[in-house]
């Protein structure tokens, strides 16, 4: 009789990488649904009066190891017995100690970022991202002359002499925000160089005269930011995208949500943002459609989002469709869909999104629908629960 096979642990040996794209798949799927899990039952804890905010901390910083799955425990612990919490109390605790003990079992978000290292590093979105840059020109900087620039801008198309005034124009980097970097490819791409020749212009007298020098010069004119909750690399800041100070275009200065960020600074607005298979991550409708707002907030007008998410969130959702998901992004959220650089791709939804030039809140088509989820569509096939919910609240502030 055939020996069973012992049952493989999921996550690889701390400090190792990915060998398998099916085990891969299976850490972020089970990664996303336990956080969700977690954050639904942190929710219930606080309706019931628990005063969750000293074990919540773990989950909000990226923790969920076995030591922070401990450090859980022992809070809990300690809560319950200082607070003398009800026995309903303390069953809504264990609920969140149940999700926080499964997160820690496959590894947590450590594992998780080296899963999607792997998942990534089979389609590169820096290269498609590069790709529709160095079409529209972006690559080689934009002209400081906003006039002129806003009239070629995102086209891939433009008459001669408009092409020959731009190259004659002063140009600067592009501005880059890369949110949820799991690794540096555009950040290595911004700092790439190139060896060019070049002659040396003819002096009289100069025994160097026509002679060939050789200059380093960067590849492409980008300026690159990349933050994540969970830093993977020195270059990449750890920081929680909603705490990321917001530009104020009004007078230069930054301003932020919580003035008491330790993260405050001068910052303008970009006018590239990459946010690739980071909104499925974000676990609540409200935060997820927080985040479409933010990134609309931190384009300057012109600029442009490169959004990537799994099409199983659009087809395959109770509260979503594809139809609806661009209705929240233009009339909700403000945005132009860019259809003439669409992507097609079998299990991801790939979708450019510009900041109109001249954005009021009058050209968005609000709809009361984007501030609750409702159910679109019933049947065993449509078992996710992604969702989006916009706050009207918020947009009137901006």
Known sequence: MAKKRKPQPIAPPPHSTFRSRKRARQVTTLFHKYSQKR?????????????????????????????????????ASNLARRNNISSSQT??????????????EIGGREVYQRASQMNTSLFSTSKWVLGVLGRWGWLDGLPIDDALSSKCDNSGHGNHQSKNMKKNLIRRDVRLLEIGAINTQLLNAAGRTRVQKVNSKDH??????????KLEQRCYRLQVKAIDILSTDPRIQQIDFFEYPLPDVNNGSVSTENSTSSFSQRNPPYDVLVNSMVLNCVTTPEQRGRMLQLCYQHLRPGGVLFLVLPKLC????????CKYFEEILEGGVGFKILDEVAKDS??????????????????????????????????????????????KEYLLRE
Not at 91 to 104: C, N, Y
Not at 204 to 213: K, N, R, S
Request: aromatic content about 8%; overall charge positive.
């Open 39 to 75: 954050d639904e039952a942190i929710a219930r804890a606080r309706a019931g009066g628990c005063n969750v905010d000293e074990v919540v901390t773990l989950a909000r910083d990226g923790g969920c190891g076995v030591e922070d799955a401990l450090s859980f425990n022992a809070s």
């Open 346 to 391: 079998p299990k991801l939804a790939f979708y450019v999104l510009r900041r109109p030039e001249n954005d009021t809140k009058t050209t968005k088509k609000w709809n009361d629908n984007f501030e609750c989820v409702r159910v679109l569509n019933s049947g065993k096939k449509f078992r996710n629960f992604f969702a989006i919910s916009l706050s």
């Open 314 to 321: 659009l087809k395959q959702s109770k509260f979503m469709t």
């Open 91 to 104: 069953a809504l605790l264990d609920e969140v100690k149940k999700w926080v003990e499964k997160l820690s």
């Open 204 to 213: 009289i007298g100069d025994a160097q005269a026509g002679h060939t020098e």
